[in-house]
């Protein structure tokens, strides 16, 4: 190993490799340090550029907390986590998309047709839809957790006029599969920029807004977890979300309903006279 | 960018990179992001191996301090530190070698045959060399700055039995270049292994051993700054380095010096009647 070269390196340390390594841990590492080398050795990184870099998870482990993580915001603008997303989707069912900083467990119950919005300024929405398997069945007593944000652009945990769970709950669908709850319009807000990932996005010159979005995870005994998100049509984000997690089936009109036609069947019914827009929008689950 | 896909998203991310990047910028960001994601794709990355990853950055995140940067330490074990050395090497002077996290800056000075073992238990040292520029002239008032372990495997910083200084030095060399010093013989030694680090070279079946070396930065005006490590040829752990970091010409012999031959020159010359070992060293700076 004296005769250690920029060349032979990489063959070196994957001869370090013991022969009891776990084969996946080895598979995963030699591609992976294969790639970190290649990566050096095209570019001729500098001595600067890796003090920088080293800098750069220095800043980033420093700023993550438990309500921040800024490896997972880098690993989200640098397309990784959309891209384990779409290495793991599951043909047939709906598409996964990133689940984000945002969520809070334990959501409490909300029951079909019950409300999120309550006193909330902003833009009423009736959304509804069935949880079904791929051959169109309704899923029975699957779970859908929904959070969002307020129509200030912030979730709940970003927001100390927020209640903790402010727009976050867990339906729990019947025989019909279906759920249905009312709510605001969410808007497209930006990722954290006052960080290590703002300063990358600002080098390369790019904005960072999410189109606005309702993140869902159903759940259901013998169905793989879907944790995804869904965008309205319109937004002006749509094609240039900065972690990449707009898909083909997730995006939705939201429909303009007019004035007195508000449906029975919700926490609202009898209580809105004015227009709303409307979501069809069904959950499509995968068998384990 | 709706139709992103695992097989588009690194076309979409390079797309997001602005007209006015810097181009250094964009040709880094490009290549990494590249390698990163043909990594995800190579090895079908699942989301419980992402999310590893994620919680290991944190933790490598947690455990860096001031004193103990495990970031340095993880691109040391990946041979990114060493790879990143031989690329930004200067042929025809000496070889570079990793920096590693143990230097103290502003080490007293110590006059040409100077001493630094003092009253410490260990084998004698007598080390010699000259510092000269790639045509072999001596170079005057080059400073060189000498750091290693005690013979308890620690370096000063951590130790709290040592001094600050405890083997740190800085020594210039007079017209002739030439630099002289004692010391005692430095010992093979571990990274440390109860970080995330450990975790990484345990599941790879690796050993954390370094072979014994000291550590050099020889400065003068005119030249590139050289780091480097000098490694006595008879280490258990020569070649098996578990950081990369030996070259095979900073690799001497520690010539054993019958008792009674200690020279004049130097300030234990008088104090010395046992053997003791010799090395010779030059080290080869390279124009700027």
Known sequence: MRTV??????????????QDTDPRFKQVMTSLVTHLHDFAREVDLTHDEWRQALQFFMWTGNITTEERNEFVLLSDVMGLSSLVDMINSHPGGTSSSVLGPFHISDAP???????????????????????????????????????????????SSQDPDQDKFSFHAILTTGADGRYAFTTVRPVSYTVPTDGPVGVILNAAGRHPWRPSHLHFIAKAAGYRELVTEVFPDDDPYLNEDTVFGVRE???????????GSFPSGFDLSGKVSGPYARVDFDLVLVAV
Chains 1, 2 share one sequence.
């Open 109 to 155: 119950a909300l029951a079909i047709g019950g409300d999120m919005k309550g006193d909330v300024e902003g833009d009423l929405v009736l959304w509804q839809g069935v949880v079904k398997d791929a051959t169109g069945t309704p899923i029975k007593g699957a779970t859908v957790d929904i959070w969002q944000t307020a129509p200030n652009g912030m979730y």
């Open 5 to 18: 070269t920029k060349d032979t390196i990489t063959d070196v340390f994957l001869g370090y490799i013991g």
């Open 249 to 259: 089936d997730l995006v939705v009109t939201f429909v303009p309903q007019p004035a």
